[in-house]
């Protein structure tokens, strides 16, 4: 199984770094005020990764 992003939503703020980054992945829902990976992630992993980088509270990681 290849590695997918996965989102802690108690520790995700809703900034939008990661839909910045990476949009073909990450999403905001304005219902909850938080990100969320998209079914069909298009990101490349260097933006992913990026992304997982940048989060001000190293709230995505990488799931086996």
Do not use: H
Request: with cysteine.
């Amino acid at each position: 199984m290849a590695k997918r992003p996965v989102i802690d939503q108690e520790a995700c703020t809703g900034c939008g770094t990661c839909s910045a980054i990476a949009d073909g992945c990450f999403e905001l829902d304005e219902s909850t005020e938080k990100a969320f990976v998209k079914d069909n992630c298009s990101s490349s992993e260097a933006d992913i990764q990026e992304a997982i980088e940048t989060c001000p509270e190293t709230a995505i990681a990488w799931q086996e």
